[in-house]
């Protein structure tokens, strides 16, 4: 079977690989690439641990092909901090105790700036709607939905 | 923050009862922490699973030669890679296990008895080739009838699952085999006669459906075993010490064999404390001599992994006008799934545990059916049984026209409280949690339209047992401590705080580890909401023994009787009428010394950790019925819960919100749903529907603090009680809103709206 060359950015640097048809930019990011913060909750689009963005816009990676992703910007959880720097939102999680086994955080931390991104100053209900499509069984969402608001906040104010 | 009651002794603490960031948060954030699925090998393998398309089969044979022959693949193996092993029920923490089932279950032998029942497995270097073999395996199945519904499973003339069962503790013992594997029963009083005393009575039966614990990381792990014949597994577990000698009984090898890793862990909630993939992964790499990764997918975790029971329950309770119960009794029908193993078992002795009763009879059926065999589930029994319970006191207490807490009140288990399955009660909480919702600015709220309230407590035993911890002084004064039970949701912060609690050094002088099975003596399981108070206890103890040690030490140097010397404030001291004769020595000074005066400090404590304490809880519920589609939606909820001490009150409170999320997601939603040709239909998150962020409100708790006086913190485990009331509450709120009492869960919009249109016929209906 031939493999396809692609070329891509993710978290800013520039990125090849070889993949086959069928493989997901879920399988290219965490077998070929090594980042392994994407996680893999159901391949099937209904828990969203597996968010990144794509040019900019929120996707399940496990939805898109690896070869899709040919010329575009993909960001995913490695890419949040900038230096030794935690983003606000990854600062709030850890404030708010808003995880706990925290195999779902990255998906929300990559949602939620997707989120605060278009919508700096969301309402709970709006924080509830986008995070929707972000399954956590641990947590029961208040502490998320506190630590997004809180980072909103502190995020308009600087 | 959220607010906190009972002005507990020993508010005065450094670190807990604080709210420090955890030490493995930062990874968690970034994601660099490692789950099941993150580790790679060098020369890693593909494992995957062929499972039964059938609820119920014979297997005639397995042909695997085709699958042998395809390039790629490097081991197969079957149900005859694995030795049989006798019949014979081993406590396992809040469960039974029995080896002739679990080798039965991770690989099936005589028959498929589950869609979903694995019944093969490869190696192969690509998935491709893995998902290629599977099809090259040739199975000859004569299919069963088969049977799903507990109540269908325990009459004569169902299929039989396994010939050979007869139902335990019956007498005489039954001649004909059946799907029910055991009867049990307590009794405490006399129920008849209590009844007859009785100027209310109400009896209801309910139904709940099995419902999957859904942590949103699927089974993983990968295995390798050397030449030699030691082994290594990377798994996602809550218990490595449990894998290791789960696989090691399968695979009859010695313990000292396998080293098992635990990964961080992306939710277990009872479900990560059996083997699946382990003993498979273990026994592919043996075979293929190379790495064997095994990964679940979310289908196989629906279809294959535990669910907890379905059940069928009646409930019967007698009371005086004044609101004191004098009679209570219960029936409980559990579904085990495939293999026996309900906690129809902790189900019965905690129905009516909040309660200081004197007449209760609770029997219990535990029954087999053609489903995933159940695992145990955040407090595995106690919701099922309660729910039935706590809605017949609601309803109770409306026919007496006694408000529910009222009556909840004086009926409350106090200390002294003789429990109906045995036990006196130590202090414990119930009166206070009760207490608190009474006074609670919830309670008093006014409703809107379609709105209803709803209130139910609960109960949780909690465990202790065997537990390992080692804590040691590095050579610069800073500290190393390694514990065993898997951390899910804090456990490194709470056991750090309590180190650095009891040697008063800052917290970031102490790292915290979860070892491997190689680095410390055996560790339980973290289950049972046991790891905080477990592993709490035994790491108080090594730093204790640290302590003692530095003191000894510096004697030694000082030239002093040991017991003239005091730890104290962080550092060692001179005591008594030495005071003031030496400088203190800081940790690091007592480290720089540590090589001349007798070599490395360190504090190794191995316990059966004795002396859990119950938690209890009340929990009050809003929810608002939409009259047009049946949609009930949870509008506010407090769920106030005695945490005995809440080392990081923020990793309590988000116990209480996640059980409350779980028991609402139980409440309204969630269910396996069978077809007639017994196969699951909703094997998915889109189909199988967990609560998702705008299904639900804030959670606001209360912790009350009613502290446990066998842990040197007070602590009682949080974990499992949260997911009790919720089902109740919600149910309670329902009823309170519509007027009708829902027995049957899940309350989903169209049985909800079905209720409605005929209530509305009746002229019954509240909306």
Redesign the interface.
């Known amino acids: 079977m031939t493999k396809h060359h692609v070329t891509a950015t993710v978290n800013g640097d520039e990125v090849e690989f070889l993949c ?1 048809t ?1 493989e997901t930019l879920l399988d290219v990011l ?2 070929q690439l ?11 689009g ?2 969203g ?1 597996c968010s990144v963005t794509v040019d900019g816009r929120l996707v399940c990676s496990c939805l898109m092909l690896g070869i899709e992703a040919n010329g575009k910007s993909i960001g ?3 890419g ?2 900038s230096g030794e720097e ?1 983003h606000p939102l ?1 600062r709030k ?5 808003a ?8 998906g929300f ?1 990559v949602a939620a700036k997707a989120l605060l991104d278009r919508q700096p100053n969301p309402s ?2 709006e ?3 986008w ?16 630590a997004v608001l809180d980072a909103a906040t502190e995020m308009r104010g600087a | 923050m959220q607010e906190k009651v009972n002005d507990a002794p020993g508010s005065d603490y450094t670190y807990v009862g604080t ?1 420090p ?2 030490p ?3 990874d ?8 099941g ?2 580790l ?1 090998m060098a020369g890693q393998l593909v494992g995957k699973v062929l499972r039964s398309p059938h609820p119920h089969a014979r297997i005639r044979s397995i042909d695997t030669s085709a699958a042998e022959k395809l390039a790629g693949v490097k081991a197969v193996i079957t149900g005859k890679d694995f030795m049989d092993q006798p019949s014979e029920f081993i406590p396992a923490g809040e469960m039974m296990i029995n080896y002739r089932d679990v080798v039965r279950n991770v690989m099936a032998r005589e028959k498929a008895l589950y869609e979903g029942h694995a019944i093969a497995a490869v190696a192969a270097t690509s998935a ?1 080739v893995a998902k290629q073999a599977l099809k090259l395996i040739k199975v000859d199945y004569e299919v069963l009838p088969h049977v799903i519904d507990v109540v269908e499973a325990m009459k004569p003339g169902a299929p039989l699952l396994h010939e050979d069962m007869y139902t335990a503790g019956v007498e005489p013992a039954p001649k004909t085999p059946s799907n029910v594997a055991k009867r049990i029963e307590f009794v405490l009083g006399d129920v008849a006669a209590g009844f007859k005393q009785a100027d209310v009575i109400v009896e209801r039966e309910f139904t709940t459906k099995p419902v999957h ?6 089974h993983a792990c990968i295995a390798s075993v050397s030449e030699d014949g030691t082994a290594d597994i990377w798994v996602t577990t809550q218990g490595h010490w449990i894998v290791r000698a789960h696989c090691a009984r399968l695979l009859g090898w010695d313990v000292n064999k396998i080293r098992a890793t635990s990964s ?6 009872g479900g990560k404390t059996v083997v699946y993939l382990e003993p498979l992964a273990l026994a592919l790499a043996k075979k293929a001599r190379r790495p064997v990764k095994m ?1 679940m ?2 289908e196989e975790v629906f279809r294959a992994s535990g669910p907890t029971s379905g059940a069928h329950v009646r409930v019967k309770i007698g009371a005086k006008k004044d609101g004191r119960i004098v009679a209570a009794e219960a029936e409980l029908k559990y579904q085990a799934g495939a293999f026996a193993g309900s906690p129809v078992q902790p189900g019965a002795m905690c129905a009516y545990a909040p309660y200081d009763l004197e007449n209760v009879k609770v029997v219990g059926y535990d029954v087999v059916t053609n489903r995933p065999k159940v695992a145990a589930y955040r407090a595995p029994g106690g919701p099922i049984s309660e729910f039935a319970v706590e809605s017949v006191i609601d309803e109770l207490a409306g026919r007496i026209g006694m408000d529910p807490i009222e009556l909840r009140l004086k009926n409350a288990a106090k200390e002294g409280t003789k429990a109906a399955y045995g036990p006196k009660f130590g202090p414990i909480g119930m009166i206070d949690t009760l207490k608190a919702a009474k006074s609670h600015a919830h309670w008093r709220t006014p409703l809107g339209k379609n709105q209803g309230r709803g209130v139910a407590s609960g109960f949780w035993f909690n465990i202790g047992g065997e537990t390992s911890v080692s804590l040691s002084l590095n050579e610069d004064g800073t500290l190393s401590l390694t514990a065993g039970t898997p951390d ?3 456990l490194r912060a709470s056991l750090c705080m309590m180190a650095a609690e009891e040697l008063k050094v800052p917290l970031d002088k102490i790292r915290v580890q979860i070892g491997d099975t190689g680095q410390l003596g055996y560790n339980f399981l973290t289950g049972g909401s046991r790891a905080t108070f477990s592993s709490g206890m035994a790491t108080v103890e090594a730093a204790r023994e640290v302590m003692k040690e530095a003191c000894k030490r510096a004697a030694k140097l000082w030239e002093l009787p040991e017991d003239a010397v005091e730890y104290k404030d962080g550092a060692v001291r001179p005591a008594g009428p030495n005071a003031g004769k030496h400088n203190p020595m800081t940790l690091k000074e007592i480290a720089g010394i540590a090589g001349k005066t007798g070599g490395p400090i360190a504090g190794y404590s191995r316990i059966n950790a004795h002396g859990a304490a119950p938690s209890l809880a009340t929990h009050v519920c809003d929810v608002e019925v939409d009259p047009e589609t049946g949609k009930v939606s949870v509008v506010r909820y407090t769920a106030i819960q005695d945490a005995g001490r809440a080392i ?1 009150p ?2 309590v ?3 209480y ?6 028991g609402i997601g139980w409440a309204l939603n969630e269910e396996y749903i069978y077809g007639a040709d017994g196969k699951m239909q909703n094997a ?3 189909d199988y529907r ?7 409100p ?2 606001d708790t209360v912790i009350v603090e009613v502290p446990n006086p066998r842990h040197p913190y007070g602590v009682r485990g949080v974990g499992e009680t949260p997911i009790v009331p919720p089902m109740a509450a919600v149910a309670n709120a329902v009823a309170n809103a519509t007027g009708i009492r829902f027995t049957d869960l899940p309350m989903s919009p169209p049985k909800v709206l079905k209720a409605l249109d005929e209530a509305r016929a009746k002229g019954t209906a509240k909306i």
Not at chain 1, 93 to 97: D, G, K, N, R
């Open positions: 086959e069928q965490r077998d090594g980042l392994t913060g994407t996680k893999e909750g159901c391949s099937t209904d828990c641990a995913t959880i490695e949040m901090a935690l990854q999680f850890l404030e708010h105790a995880l706990q086994c925290g195999v779902c955080t990255p931390l709970e209900t924080v509830r709607y995070l929707a499509g972000n399954l956590c069984r641990c947590t029961g969402y208040d502490k998320i939905v506190r | 709210r960031i955890r493995d948060g930062v968690k954030v970034t994601g660099r922490a490692k789950f699925a993150d790679a491709a614990q859904g942590y949103i990381e699927p961080e862990i992306g939710g277990g909630f990964v997918t979310r899910i949701g804090g990081h923020s990793y409170e988000g116990q919100q996640g059980g409350v999320a779980q998915g998150f889109l967990v609560p998702v962020a705008s299904d639900l804030m959670i």
